[in-house]
Structures are given as C-alpha cells and as structure tokens.
C-alpha cells in the first residue's frame, strides 16, 4: 500500500474577498458629507475623504454646474482637503458619487440634523 502524505493546510477562500469588497479606486475607507450651520436659513456642505487620485477641483467643478450652487476646496490642517459647497447638498452629492462610481453606498457617511 502506498502511504499518505499529508496535504499542507490551504485555506481555499483566501482570495475569495479579493476584489468582491475593494474600495473603487484610490478611495479612502468613508467619505463624510457633513452640514454646517452658517448664519440664518444659509449652510455649507463639506466633503471629506476623497483621494488624492481624484482632482478635487474638477470635482467641485462638476458639483457646482450640476447643483447650480458655489463651492471651493479648502486646506484643513486636520482632514487634508476639503470640499465646500454653499446649501443643502447631502443628498445630490450622494447621488452624484454613486453614479460616476467614485464610491460605494455603504462607504458613504451623511451627517446633520
């Protein structure tokens, strides 16, 4: 009789989450849509957590044509750039990530009120 050798110990779904949950490209783990309050009725929307990969000027470009609203890309010494845009937003730039597949829903983080 022939002797069994003993098979090394391969776990066969270890690669089965490669690809299945990545991030879309150069995307970072959340990306936070807040609101602030300015003075009165008037607020901002701020966007933070998009890569580097993405140019953040172009992306305030195509917000500011779609939503008819003013934005800009600040320095924030904490959360690196950030997108501003003046209003209510929240849900047109949620939309707006999902369809150009910049993110993922459940990478999308709303915040306010």
Do not use: W
Not at 11 to 34: C, M, Q
Not at 64 to 80: D, L, Q, R, S
Not at 100 to 107: C, F, G, R, T
């Amino acid at each position: 009789m022939s002797t069994i050798q003993n098979l090394q110990s391969v776990d066969p779904f270890a690669d089965a989450t490669k690809g299945d949950n990545s991030l879309p490209a150069g995307t970072e783990d959340k990306i936070h849509i807040r609101i602030q309050q300015r003075n009165g009725r008037k607020t901002l929307t701020t966007v933070q957590g998009i890569s580097d990969d993405y140019d953040k000027k172009k992306l305030v470009k195509a917000f500011k044509k779609k939503f008819a609203c003013n934005g800009t890309v600040i320095e924030h010494p904490e959360y690196g750039e950030v997108i501003q845009l003046q209003g209510d937003q929240r849900k047109n730039i949620c939309n707006f990530l999902l369809e150009i597949n910049i993110v993922k829903e459940e990478q999308l983080k709303v915040h306010g009120f």
